[in-house]
């Protein structure tokens, strides 16, 4: 298992909604720390390189590089909850401008 914390880009493989294959994805830890040490299971952001598809709640991610990434990406509003042994490795991290920004735009996306 990878240590991983809130704001951490990780590489963790998806399974398809259709269940008829798994890529491996770059995806945000948005779960708190206090989450991580309760349950086995990490709450992800999804993230995606098609920045010209930005779409409510999706965030531009400003310092990529920094993040990890190896294009400008988006941290979209898609939020999936995978177990803590599914993450295959940390890229990076958001800075913490970006991280602000993703957790403004996930309170609009959840009415918080």
């Known amino acids: 298992?990878?240590?991983c914390?809130?704001?951490?880009?990780?590489?963790?493989?998806f399974v398809f909604s259709d269940e008829a294959g798994r890529k491996v994805r770059p995806a945000l830890v948005i779960s708190s720390p206090a989450y991580h040490r309760a349950r086995r299971e990490v709450i992800l952001a999804a993230i995606t390189s098609n920045v010209r598809r930005r779409l409510?709640?999706?965030?531009?991610?400003?310092?990529?590089?920094?993040?990890?990434?190896l294009f400008p990406s988006l941290v979209t509003g898609i939020v999936r909850t995978?177990?803590?042994?599914?993450?295959?490795?940390?890229?990076?991290?958001?800075?913490?401008?970006d991280?602000?920004?993703?957790?403004?735009?996930?309170?609009?996306?959840?009415?918080l």
């Open 56 to 69: 409510f709640a999706d965030h531009l991610i400003a310092d990529w590089k920094a993040a990890g990434l």
């Open 5 to 13: 914390g809130r704001g951490d880009v990780v590489l963790v493989g």
């Open 99 to 111: 991280m602000q920004d993703v957790e403004r735009e996930l309170r609009r996306a959840l009415g």
């Open 82 to 97: 995978v177990q803590q042994t599914m993450i295959e490795r940390k890229l990076g991290s958001l800075t913490k401008a």
């Open 1 to 3: 298992m990878t240590a």
